[in-house]
């Protein structure tokens, strides 16, 4: 069983700064794209970052210039940089991540539990 385990969130004033982190654990061959989505009360979940297993990312246009998606291969941990926040950032942000459980079965999707991003003053 695959585990994705986020942390990091909290409440943040305008232009502030914070860290998310998703490590991932359990029993599997390899992790493929990781990725960070978020879900504002009334609204849709929507992809704010993603990131391959090669360290190619790709970027909502609402957040880029502003948050920096990285992983670390070798601790199976996904980042996100979130700076100069705004309030229309708040959301509890879930890690994402296709995970192949053996060599020879294709990668299925793992989400976190979540974690609530507040941006208030």
């Known amino acids: 069983q695959v585990q994705l385990v986020e942390s990091g969130g909290g409440l943040v004033q305008p232009g502030g700064s914070l860290r998310l982190s998703c490590a991932a654990s359990?029993?599997?061959?390899?992790?493929?794209?990781m990725g960070w989505y978020r879900q504002a009360p009334g609204k849709q979940r929507e992809l704010v970052a993603s990131?391959?297993?090669?360290?190619?990312?790709n970027y909502a246009d609402s957040v880029k210039g502003r948050f920096t998606i990285s992983r670390d291969n070798t601790k199976n941990t996904v980042y996100l940089q979130m700076n100069s926040l705004k309030p229309e950032d708040t959301a509890v942000y879930y890690c994402?991540?296709?995970?192949?459980?053996?060599?020879?079965?294709?990668?299925?999707?793992?989400w976190g539990q979540g974690t609530q991003v507040t941006v208030s003053s």
């Open positions: 994402n991540a296709e995970v192949r459980i053996h060599i020879l079965m294709t990668g299925n999707g793992y």
């Open positions: 359990g029993s599997f061959f390899r992790i493929n794209a």
């Open positions: 990131i391959s297993s090669g360290g190619s990312a």
